[in-house]
């Protein structure tokens, strides 16, 4: 079975520049989170969909950020316009209903922004 | 403070050893995460835990929900075992640790 597709794998970008990531969640997953990881800053939630329905977006850093989750099968984090703070790798993760199932991580996304 | 602290932050063993790293947590949760992440960079669930312990090959996890306390126990530890464990877990909210980075030496 295919797992968590995540496309790019590797963004360079200048800043100012709109960045798009995209997530694909195995197939019959209803719960799909974005996270992003620093080194300074580890792991963190910026949101997850339920039913792909956004249900907690309190880690969204600033209005710079979206995210949608036009249908089960697809996912866009959008940064817009993207700074140099926004340099990290952002994950995407998918499981069965809620925070309460396994989570199943695509690669990643690794993000510069010069 | 942090609301999961995991410890140490950094362990190196033996191949062979038996490994434990802790976790910590200070708000209600209905599930524990344990997540490996490899040099790679790739990241995989191992556990998620609401009571008791599960086992998995060499991995067994563990949680005392009243002592808000998870282990993570790795017997017969291989070179390949060298990645950092992250305890997480969720509630009303999601909360992660910072990380146990562990190596294994042949």
């Known amino acids: 079975d295919a797992g968590v597709i995540q496309s790019p794998r590797h963004e360079v970008t200048e800043m100012g520049q709109e960045v798009t990531l995209r997530c694909k969640p195995i197939?019959?997953?209803?719960?799909l989170f974005w996270y992003r990881q620093t080194m300074m800053r580890g792991l963190e939630l910026l949101i997850y969909?339920?039913?792909?329905?956004?249900?907690?977006d309190s880690g969204m850093p600033e209005d710079r950020f979206s995210a949608k989750m036009p249908n089960a099968s697809f996912s866009t984090l959008k940064i817009q316009p993207s700074e140099p703070r926004d340099s990290a790798v952002y994950f995407c993760?998918?499981?069965?209903?809620?925070?309460?199932?396994?989570?199943?991580f695509g690669d990643g996304t690794r993000l510069s922004i010069l | 403070k942090n609301e999961v602290e995991q410890s140490p932050q950094n362990l190196t063993a033996q191949e062979g050893e038996f490994i434990t790293i802790n976790c910590s947590y200070s708000v209600g949760i209905s599930a524990l995460h344990w997540l490996q992440q490899h040099p790679g960079g790739g990241i995989v669930s191992l556990f998620m835990l609401s009571s008791g312990k599960k086992k998995h090959g060499r991995l067994i996890a563990t949680i005392n929900i009243q002592e808000k306390h998870s282990s993570l126990h790795i017997t017969a530890s291989h070179p390949r075992d060298s990645a950092v464990y992250i305890c997480?877990?969720?509630?009303?909210?999601?909360?992660f640790g910072t990380g146990t980075s562990l190596t294994v030496i042949p």
């Open positions: 997480a877990v969720t509630g009303n909210q999601f909360y």
């Open positions: 969909f339920n039913n792909n329905v956004p249900i907690d």
């Open positions: 197939s019959g997953h209803n719960s």
């Open positions: 993760a998918s499981s069965l209903q809620g925070g309460n199932q396994p989570q199943h």
